[in-house]
């Protein structure tokens, strides 16, 4: 299977790590793929109309999007039955958590293309503050609700890392370890597994 992608999109990431935890480290290779915002990529067009990262080519030459079914798909393939759990409790707040995680990680990227590459002057103050609200309500809540779910390694655990891993990366002034000492203590413990640092992030 090839990964298109490059891992400093909080999605690539997530979707290498789950197959480095997966143990499918021998069937999926990085395909390095950086995108413009505003250039499409014909060869990656072809895979994913929407033509954003990551894509997966499978070993049957289709292309799968976006980073969640990406994630579901490396599990399916692996056989992996914890890292999304079929009991219906379980489930949903894996998903849940996965969701909030996701959304951070949209959050953050967007509040990056407004301060870094939208053309100065065009930028939207108001959405800016929007954003960075958004940004440290979902801290908030991954600080205070999700402690259990952040205790072992599912797909919720691991779009969390990375999009922790993001912010480190991308927003590093923006502190979010500041009051919030459980996350500290989970990102410390993820970022040491031997995934997080074989799929790390290159310097910023
Ligand atoms: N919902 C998508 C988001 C993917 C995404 O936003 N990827 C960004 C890189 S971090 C991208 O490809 N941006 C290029 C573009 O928007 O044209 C997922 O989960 O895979």
Redesign the pocket.
Known sequence: MKLHGALN????RMCMVTALEAGLQDRVTLVPAD?T?TKADPKLEKLSAI????ILETEHGHGL????VIMEYLCHTAGNKTFLPDDGVKRFRILTLLALA?GLS?AT?SLRIETSSRPQGLQWSALIDRLTFRIYACLDDLEQNWAHELQSVNLASIATACTLGYLDFRMDHMKWRNGRPELEKFAKGFNARASMIAAGLPAA
């Open positions: 999109s909080p999605y690539v995108l915002f033509g954003k990262i990551p999007h976006d980073s969640r996701q949209d990227v």
